[in-house]
């Protein structure tokens, strides 16, 4: 497999598939979709199956010189093959989603998802700085018109809202990622991880890198676009948002933030920290008063990706572990249960949770996934949420018990809102006769809704499938971090080694 | 002999000077019936005139050689590069042109005689190196745009641009003759080198004067604020076709002759100029930004984009780098891909009777009905916002790279952050023509000239412009080197 330039396969086929969507009528655009998001899934099958773990940093790597001043440059490691995975496996699934529910301008809407697509795997895949900020904001076209076009009532000014809020983040990250280049004379994303900036320049780059990041991810108080835009968007376009979308933040902060400027990392942890802890809790209580059951999802988004940047700012293995598997379980999670919304929302049009009920009469099988999805929300034991939590939160505790502590209640908080949507909306009486007549899932939402399951409970029950891959990227992280981790609350101190007393010689040897 | 060879460095001018003014004995002869015979015969000079310019852009040229009549002249790969932009400017004129003034009978054929003129005129100012020449190219180019502006003279809003544009360019054209004659006062020459010269050991208060008088003068040419004033009315009022050729040929000749005064005549004093072309840069894109966002006519929309535009521009040449002067050009040749793409679309707004329409709200739904046309504007507007991976982003990257290699990290992080004001009105028009409901205004069948232009500048502007930064890139970098190579 070695030379075959995959990922530049991988960005390619969704492109060509969106310009054929772009004139292909509305049948045939979902079918061009379909098969051009399964054969990008069967593509990162391969890469999965071919990368080698334990092998060299960066592999499938491609350098071509095409323009000026940087290059088209790919290559993955264990984090971004991940990352890949999750969307390429998002995908289909998304397709899917939309298959009868959008019915005005398939082939655009197509074509937006394609190109959302090529440029996702183009983020994660870049080893080119300027290459990769292409991606990132282009990413913004796409959504802006998924949002516009396709979304809600509210559509246009969310649409808005996402555009500038993301833009105005980003533009200030391109500065210092011109000040960069021109400071280590190279764009190369590989060598710039290895670059030590001089502390004071560390300070504004780190916090040009945070603006852009900190929207993307979202983190509070910059959060407010995201409820605005996953109600609005539809369920497709919720499902990448959240999946996908929200995991530039996380990897952006893995990729530059901690790497390029570590001293800074730790400088400014503090604040990472205040922020994160604020958005567990706050968001929290908010999403337990929604009434909208995306607002919620989305609220609870932001306090799931809260823990991740605990755990990515723990400065240890566990914490970038569990913000890793945070971030991929959450991609699952979420997405899947932003298509239950949709499956309900498909036949009654309506978000309201109060005017659900009783749906575990009606629709059980329904009932089950929803169960599913909103335990491995909550992070119960054997789910997906439940590894990632864990590792961040033990991260966080060797370097701050009182963060670790904050940041625990989010896990009761979460079971909090999760648990009383459920039995809102699922148990309890029949009390509408519209939402009683609904019928349960049909073999399309079955096939969306069971990898999704399966993918939640292989990672909670043997994520070892997951860490294997980046194991030796972090450990890399984690060996660069080790020049500026902060000392730690809890005061570990070895103990003075007490030697055994001698025992007793047998009363034979006497 | 050297004569001959001055001749001979200036023979795209002959050749414009001579072939217009044989058209112009046509013209006189065979009436309007032959503009569009006058129309064809000017485009093909202009691709004569390009075939002679492209070997000095090629090779780089630079030095003594390109020099011509004393040092008044100079014939390099820098004035090669904006030529080049220039002619192509003036050919997408007059090929845009005769459909849209035949729905008023108005094609004549003085028009294609007059875009020659101001090309030959324009020609001159981004090759010269003496205040004379300067000043007789810009008239030259001035006096046929007035003319230009005022061409459907049954046209209110035309005329009245005409006037508009003559008055402002004549009070703009006095200003810079007296920033030239404090200028020549305090410096004893008219020549760039002699004015570098003379300055190289300070500026006196009178030749600070001078500097000031002329970069006023020049800003108002360029539409830098704040010295804009005239351009939303001259835009909105001329002829759409004209508007497509005030917005691109001219900006790029009167950018060009801006570098050129500022690097090769005032080169040594950059400290006086700097922080003049930093505040009109900002202000420029901040009032560009602001004064877009109100307007509902797409022309005046157009003309604030093209003030935002030039202070992105003007970004590249507070660096005062020759990487700053290499990112100018470069955005220029794309702001002129983007201002074609931009004002032909407008061009393709025609009712179910032809007539023009110009109304934003017109737009509505578009993409329902006109999705080519839709999508095509659409790229326009997120190129001219700078969103990746359409190419206005490259044009905006270099630029910044440049501020940044100059250390004006503020200059640079100002600017870019003023940039997202500019994107919401951008991305309103696309909000219009996709998230709206259809006003089936725009019904009406466009010319297929139209067509395929909007369609080769959407193909530059897309993302496959990218492969084109390398030989983009190299081309003006050898033109800003030969702009500070000393005569």
Same mark, same amino acid.
């Given at each position: ?510 | ?10 023979? !795209? ?84 042109? !005769? ?47 007035? #003319? ?17 544009? &003559? ?35 300070? #500026? ?15 800003? &108002? ?48 004093? #950059? ?99 006109? !999705? ?26 270099? #630029? ?34 996709? &998230? ?52």
């Amino acid at each position: 497999m070695s030379g075959f330039p995959i990922l530049s396969l991988m960005i390619l086929v969704p492109l060509v598939a969106a310009i054929a969507c772009l004139i292909a009528d509305a049948p045939t655009a979902r079918r061009v979709a379909l098969v051009a998001t399964l054969i990008d899934f069967a593509l990162g099958v391969a890469l999965w199956a071919n990368y080698d773990i334990g092998g060299a940093q960066w592999q499938f790597t491609e350098r071509a010189h095409l323009f000026a001043g940087f290059d088209w440059a790919l290559g993955i490691d264990g984090i971004a093959l991940m990352l890949i995975m999750l969307s390429v496996f998002l995908m289909p699934i998304c397709i899917g989603a939309s298959w009868l529910s959008i019915e005005k301008r398939v082939g655009e809407y197509m074509a937006a998802f394609l190109l959302m697509e090529a440029l996702m795997i183009g983020v994660f895949a870049a080893q080119d700085l300027y290459l990769f900020y292409i991606f990132f904001e282009a990413g913004l076209i796409p959504m802006y018109l998924i949002i516009g076009v396709w979304g809600g009532a509210e559509r246009i000014y969310a649409s808005y809202k996402f555009f500038l809020y993301t833009l105005l983040g980003s533009v200030l990250m391109l500065i210092a990622m011109l000040w960069m280049a021109n400071e280590a004379g190279t764009t190369s994303i590989p060598v710039l991880m290895a670059y030590d900036f001089a502390p004071g320049a560390q300070k504004w780059l780190w916090l040009a890198f945070f603006a852009s990041f900190a929207v993307k991810m979202p983190m509070w108080p910059v959060h407010t676009w995201l409820p605005d835009a996953h109600v609005q968007a539809p369920t497709a376009g919720s499902v990448i948002l959240a999946g996908v979308l929200l995991k530039m933040g996380g990897y952006g902060f893995i990729r530059f933030s901690l790497p390029m400027f570590p001293q800074a990392s730790a400088q400014f942890a503090w604040l990472v920290f205040a922020l994160s802890m604020i958005a567990v809790v706050y968001t929290s209580l908010v999403a337990l008063v929604q009434h909208d059951m995306k607002k919620l999802i989305a609220y609870s988004s932001v306090a799931h990706m809260a823990i991740v940047t605990v755990g990515l700012f723990a400065f240890n293995v566990q914490g970038l572990e569990g913000a890793m598997i945070v971030m991929l379980s959450h991609g699952l999670v979420s997405g899947a249960l932003f298509l239950s919304v949709g499956v309900i929302y498909d036949r009654l049009h309506t978000r309201e949770i109060h005017r659900y009920g009783g749906l575990a009469i009606n629709m059980p099988k329904y009932s089950l996934f929803f169960m599913l999805f909103t335990m491995a929300s909550v992070g119960l034991p054997g789910t997906s949420g439940f590894i990632g939590e864990l590792l961040s939160l033990l991260g966080i505790f060797q370097l701050s018990s009182w963060v670790a502590a904050v940041c625990t209640t989010g896990i009761i908080l979460g079971a909090a809102y999760m648990l009383f949507l459920y039995a809102r909306v699922i148990y309890g009486v029949q009390k509408n006769a519209d939402a009683a007549a609904m019928p349960d899932l049909d073999t399309r939402e079955w096939l969306m809704m069971v990898p999704i399951a399966l993918g939640v409970l292989w990672m909670g029950v043997y994520p070892e499938s997951f860490l294997a891959p980046m194991r030796a990227d972090i450990a890399a992280l984690d060996a660069r971090l080790a020049q500026a981790r902060p000392v730690g609350d809890s005061r570990l101190a070895a103990a003075k080694p007490a030697t055994a007393a001698p025992l007793a010689p047998p009363a034979e040897a006497r | 002999m050297a004569l001959l060879q001055a001749l001979r460095i200036v023979a !795209p001018e002959e050749l414009l000077s001579v072939a217009g003014l044989i058209l112009l004995l046509v013209a006189a002869w065979a009436g309007d019936k032959a503009s569009r015979t006058i129309s064809i015969l000017c485009v093909a000079v202009l691709a004569g005139a390009s075939a002679m310019v492209i070997p000095a852009l090629n090779s780089g040229a630079m030095g003594p050689d390109t020099s011509a009549f004393f040092g008044q002249y100079r014939a390099d790969a820098f004035a090669a590069f904006a030529k080049l932009l220039i002619y192509l400017s003036a050919a997408v004129a007059l090929i845009v042109a !005769p459909p849209f003034f035949d729905r008023f009978r108005a094609m004549r054929a003085e028009y294609p005689l007059l875009i020659l003129f101001a090309a030959l005129g324009m020609g001159m100012m981004v090759s010269a190196t003496d205040l004379i020449t300067l000043y007789i190219g810009l008239e030259l180019n001035s006096l046929a745009a007035y #003319v230009l502006a005022s061409f459907l003279r049954a046209d209110g809003r035309s005329a009245e641009a005409g006037l508009k544009y &003559f008055v402002l360019g004549a009070l703009a054209s006095g200003i810079l003759l007296y920033g030239m004659s404090l200028t020549y006062g305090f410096t004893g020459t008219t020549n760039f080198a002699g004015i570098h010269a003379a300055l190289a050991h300070g #500026v006196g208060t009178g030749a600070l004067f001078g500097i000031v008088f002329m970069l006023a003068g020049l800003a &108002f040419k360029i539409s830098a604020a704040p010295f804009h004033m005239w351009t939303p009315d001259v835009y909105e009022g001329a002829p759409t076709p004209v508007t497509t050729f005030f917005a691109t040929a001219p900006k790029v000749a009167a950018m060009a002759l801006t570098m050129r005064v500022a690097f090769a005549a005032f080169g040594g004093q #950059v400290a006086v100029w700097q922080q003049i072309v930093t505040f009109a840069a900002l202000l420029s894109i901040v009032v560009g930004a602001l004064g877009a966002i109100g307007q509902t006519n797409i022309k005046r929309l157009m003309a604030y984009s093209s003030i935002n535009n030039v202070g992105f521009i003007l970004i590249g040449l507070a660096a005062a780098t020759q990487a700053g002067a290499a990112a100018m050009l470069v955005y220029l040749a794309i702001y002129v891909a983007m201002t074609v793409g931009g004002f032909v679309a407008v061009l393709l707004m025609r009712d179910a009777d032809g007539e023009p329409v110009e109304d934003i709200a017109a737009l509505a739904g578009l993409s329902s009905t006109r !999705p080519g046309l839709a999508l095509a504007l659409a790229m326009v507007m997120f190129s001219l916002a700078g969103i990746p991976p359409l190419f206005g982003f490259w044009g905006k990257f270099v #630029v910044f790279q440049a501020a940044v290699a100059a250390h004006l990290v503020p200059l640079a992080a100002v600017g870019i952050a003023a940039s997202v004001i500019g994107a919401f009105y951008y991305i309103k028009i696309v909000k219009i023509m996709y &998230f709206d409901e259809p006003a089936g205004r725009i019904t009406g069948k466009g010319d297929a000239s139209h067509i395929v232009i909007l369609a080769a500048s959407a193909l530059a502007i897309s993302p496959l412009g990218y492969l084109a930064t390398r030989w983009l890139g190299a081309l003006a970098a050898g033109a800003a080197a030969s702009l500070f190579h000393p005569l």
